[in-house]
């Protein structure tokens, strides 16, 4: 398979305590996006990375989210001292280089919060 | 499994009927659109994308149309399959000054395709 590769699929958590997400990319692709979904409305953008440099993060990645991509190639997304608004699914998506490509989304990590 | 869209405008159809779904889009200067197809418990998939120099495009059994005076794009499905049902999302390219992109999307629209 050459999608668009996340784990785990699913995390359940207690309130407080902290969890890490894993994207790989498609292998050839440049450019790496984590976005985040709740039910019911189009994913929401989060952070872009160009390589391994962190080029964009939104203003809804507060201090508590943290993303890296240390070889330009798989990205971790970690988010601490989880609260209850942080369920959601987090989606990840990949492009090449130039101007305008399509991203291409993995199925995403479902994140619920007890 | 938990379905995406619980609460989404929906569009009913026959199975091999045509079908139109329907986007307005917010920001005048965008200039590259993609619609994307999300299944119950998977990622958005990729189905077609168009720029803006061009008011159609033609895919396989799917044709999206650019209307950038009214700011709206359509896409239809012709013979619509029950392996169609899903949630249609509209997404629109925000440019980044550094020259790349995010994407905004709509609010999307379920399609219930019925035998």
């Known amino acids: 398979d050459t999608g668009v590769s996340q784990n785990p699929r699913h995390k359940i958590t207690k309130r407080g305590q902290n969890v890490t997400f894993r994207c790989d990319p498609i292998?050839?692709?440049?450019?790496l996006y984590w976005y985040r979904q709740t039910l019911g409305q189009g994913p929401e953008f989060l952070t872009y990375?160009?390589?391994?440099?962190?080029?964009?993060k939104s203003r809804l990645l507060s201090d508590r989210f943290s993303a890296e991509r240390p070889k330009g190639s798989f990205s971790t997304l970690e988010i601490q001292r989880t609260e209850q608004g942080d369920s959601a699914m987090y989606l990840c998506?990949?492009?090449?280089?130039?101007?305008?490509?399509?991203?291409?989304f993995g199925d995403g990590t479902r994140l619920s919060i007890l | 499994g938990e379905s995406v869209g619980l609460h989404l405008p929906t569009l009913s159809v026959q199975e091999g009927d045509n079908s139109i779904i329907n986007c307005a889009y917010s920001?005048?200067?965008?200039?590259?659109f993609i619609w994307y197809k999300q299944e119950s418990g998977k990622g958005p998939q990729f189905i077609i994308d168009?720029?803006?120099?061009?008011d159609k495009r033609q895919g396989q059994r799917v044709t999206v149309l650019l209307n950038k005076t009214v700011k709206h794009l359509s896409l239809q499905i012709a013979a619509t399959q029950p392996g169609d049902s899903a949630v249609y999302f509209c997404?629109?390219?925000?440019?980044?000054?550094?020259?790349?992109?995010?994407?905004?999307f709509g609010a999307g629209t379920r399609l219930a395709v019925h035998p």
């Open positions: 998506a990949s492009s090449s280089l130039g101007g305008n490509q399509p991203q291409h």
């Open positions: 292998s050839e692709h440049n450019r």
């Open positions: 990375f160009q390589n391994e440099a962190q080029l964009e």
């Open positions: 920001n005048s200067a965008s200039d590259y």
């Open positions: 168009i720029r803006s120099n061009m």
């Open positions: 997404a629109e390219i925000s440019m980044f000054s550094g020259g790349y992109n995010k994407l905004i």
